[in-house]
Structure formats: structure tokens, C-alpha cells
């Protein structure tokens, strides 16, 4: 009976599950066709295995996205608290979406949510197409919409139906760089949300950190 009981004893308690402390991401996407193929893509590419996206059923102004970021993360937040898993809990949640036709007062209502939530913004203005533009571009200047899309199509023909994150991965480290450059400007010049500017570099930058060790 005592051998069996120091042997109880002896067991060491309930160990903490036996994972790396990975960050989890979820990404709330606008876009239901080039912004989550490149981000899936980028994910793969990084071997980060924690990004969950999401692509609302319906399309909605950026207020509507971040209201869905944030049931999304209140969610986890309570499963995890019910069953005691802190790797349940989100991270980082992220909102990707575009300036261009939205009106800038609902833009600024989601902005002003998403900071008192907790949430992360990758805005671009005009559109996430100039992230993508500069994968193989400097600074093209303020521009429409459709004037980056059509840049974009140049040298990705038919990226609006499939796009391959193949052809985009030798150009990641130059868009971020150029990104950044952009919206130092910006803020320098004090217009920090300005076209062209996109904020998604920090979101790639987030990927890339794939624990918080």
C-alpha cells in the first residue's frame, strides 16, 4: 500500500500540454478571392500552421467586419475560459480591407472600434491590390482602384480569378520594404491613411513571428 502511494506520489502533476507557445491569428478578410489566396499562400510559404481566415458570408461595410472580428474573438475568448485552454484564445485578430469606396466616416467608425476591441487593421487605400502592385513596383502614386488592379494584371494576368503565391513569395520582402517607405511618408506629411498607402505589411510581419519566444 505505501509503495503504491509514494508511487502516486512520485507522479508528477498534470503537465501543461506539450505545445510550443504558438500565436494564434485569425484574419478577417473583405475580399473573398486575392486577399485570402495570398494570404493562405503566404502562410504556407511562412510554415505557420496557427491562421485561421475568414471571409464573412455577406458583404458589409469595414464596421461590419470588425463587429464579426470581434464576435470571433469574444467567442474564443469564452471557450477558452469554459475549458481552461489558453490555446484557444486568439493572439492577434486582424480586419483586411479597402479605403477606396467606402465613405471615410465609416472607415474612421471601424478604425475607432477595432482600437477599443483590441483588434488589428491592414487597411489599404485604394485597395489590397496595391500590396500585391508592390511586390514589382515603387511607389505608384495616388491611383483608383482600378488603375492598380490593371498595373497588377500586367504583371500577374488573370490574378483576379486564381492567383499563385508562387509568383509573388521573391517579391514579399520588397513590397514590405516599400510599404513601409510609403506610409513613413505619409505620416511624415500628415496624411497617414493617404493613397497610396497599405498597412498589410505589418500583418505579413505578424505571420513571420510564429511564436512569442
Known amino acids: 500500500m505505501t509503495s503504491k502511494r509514494r508511487e502516486r506520489e512520485r507522479r508528477p502533476a498534470r503537465r501543461p500540454a506539450n505545445r510550443e507557445p504558438r500565436r494564434r491569428l485569425l484574419i478577417v478578410c473583405e475580399g473573398k478571392v486575392t486577399e485570402p489566396q495570398y494570404l493562405r499562400g503566404f502562410e504556407r510559404w511562412q510554415r505557420n500552421n496557427t491562421v485561421e481566415i475568414e471571409i464573412p458570408n455577406s458583404q458589409g461595410v469595414p464596421l461590419t467586419l470588425v463587429q464579426r472580428a470581434v464576435e470571433l474573438k469574444e467567442t474564443a475568448d469564452t471557450q477558452a475560459k469554459r475549458g481552461r485552454d489558453a490555446f484557444l484564445v486568439f493572439d492577434e485578430v486582424w480586419c483586411v480591407f479597402d479605403i477606396d469606396e467606402h465613405p471615410k466616416d465609416k472607415v474612421n467608425d471601424a478604425r475607432q472600434l477595432a482600437r477599443a476591441r483590441g483588434i488589428e487593421v491592414a487597411v489599404s487605400n485604394p485597395c489590397f ?71 498589410v505589411y505589418r500583418l505579413t510581419e505578424s505571420i513571420a513571428r510564429k511564436s512569442d519566444g
Open 129 to 199: 491590390e496595391l500590396w500585391i502592385l508592390l511586390h514589382f513596383r515603387e511607389n505608384p502614386g495616388a491611383r483608383h482602384r482600378h488603375d492598380v488592379q490593371a498595373l497588377v494584371a500586367e504583371d500577374l494576368p488573370g490574378y483576379d480569378k486564381h492567383l499563385r503565391f508562387d509568383d509573388l513569395a521573391g517579391g514579399v520582402g520588397d513590397a514590405e520594404r516599400r510599404a513601409k517607405a510609403l506610409q513613413t511618408q505619409a505620416d511624415e506629411e500628415g496624411e497617414p491613411h493617404r493613397n497610396p498607402t497599405t498597412g
